[in-house]
T-cell receptor, first 113, second 116 residues
C-alpha cells in the first residue's frame, strides 16, 4: 500500500491565486518531502520537513506537517503559469534507518494565465 | 540540470527486442534507484543499489535486469517486455541510503518507453 496520498488529484486555478495540496501518510516518518514534476520529465525536490517541525517556508512555498493527523500540506502562494506541474509528497518509514522513500499519486496543478 | 543523466529519452521496442537504459550521475552519490511511473499510478520503486550492491528488488519481473558497474552508472536491461511495461522509467540517486538523515533524491529526466 502506498505511504502517501495526495488530495486533490487535480487542481485548476488562475494565475495569482494560491494553491493548496494535501498529503496523508500511514506510518511514522523521519521526514516528509515534496517534489515537482513537469510533464514527461523527472522529479525535482522542492522542500523537506522533518518530523519534529510543524512548518517550513521556501520562497513562495509553505509546507506544514501534522504528525498527529499524519498529514502535510503544500501551499504555493501567488501562483504563476510556470507552476503548472504535478506535485508529489514522499515519506520514509520512521522505524527503519534505510527506509525507502514512498511517493503518493500526486496532484496535477494547472495555473491558467 | 539535476546532475543525473538518462539515455535514451525515448525508446520504442517490440516485445522480442533487447534494449538497455542508461543512467549516469555526476554528484558523487553512493545510492542509485530505478523507478517506474505509469499513468494514474504512484511511482513504483524497482531496484536500489548502494555502493554498487543491490539492496532492494521490489518483486520486479526478471525481464528487467539491472546492472551497476560502479557508483556513478546504472543500467536497466530489457528483454521480452510486454505492452503493459510501457511507462516512464526514472533513475535517481542520493548521497546514501540512511533514511534517518535528510536524504533527498535527484532524478534524471527519464526514458519514455513504448512496447509494441
Amino acid at each position: 500500500s502506498q505511504q502517501g496520498e495526495e488530495d486533490p488529484q487535480a487542481l485548476s486555478i488562475q494565475e495569482g491565486e494560491n494553491a493548496t495540496m494535501n498529503c496523508s501518510y500511514k506510518t511514522s516518518i523521519n521526514n516528509l518531502q515534496w517534489y515537482r514534476q513537469n510533464s514527461g520529465r523527472g522529479l525535482v525536490h522542492l522542500i523537506l520537513i522533518r518530523s519534529n517541525e510543524r512548518e517550513k517556508h521556501s520562497g513562495r512555498l509553505r509546507v506544514t506537517l501534522d504528525t498527529s493527523k499524519k498529514s502535510s500540506s503544500l501551499l504555493i502562494t501567488a501562483s504563476r503559469a510556470a507552476d503548472t506541474a504535478s506535485y508529489f509528497c514522499a515519506s520514509r518509514n520512521g522505524s527503519s534507518n534505510t527506509g525507502k522513500l514512498i511517493f503518493g499519486q500526486g496532484t496535477t496543478l494547472q495555473v491558467k494565465p | 540540470e539535476t546532475g543525473v543523466t538518462q539515455t535514451p529519452r525515448h525508446l520504442v521496442m517490440g516485445m522480442t527486442n533487447k534494449k538497455s537504459l542508461k543512467c549516469e550521475q555526476h554528484l558523487g552519490h553512493n545510492a542509485m534507484y530505478w523507478y517506474k511511473q505509469s499513468a494514474k499510478k504512484p511511482l513504483e520503486l524497482m531496484f536500489v543499489y548502494n555502493f554498487k550492491e543491490q539492496t532492494e528488488n521490489n518483486s520486479v519481473p526478471s525481464r528487467f535486469s539491472p546492472e551497476c558497474p560502479n557508483s556513478s552508472h546504472l543500467f536497466l536491461h530489457l528483454h521480452t517486455l510486454q505492452p503493459e511495461d510501457s511507462a516512464l522509467y526514472l533513475c535517481a540517486s542520493s548521497q546514501d541510503l540512511n533514511g534517518a538523515r535528510d536524504e533527498k533524491l535527484f532524478f534524471g529526466s527519464g526514458t519514455q518507453l513504448s512496447v509494441l
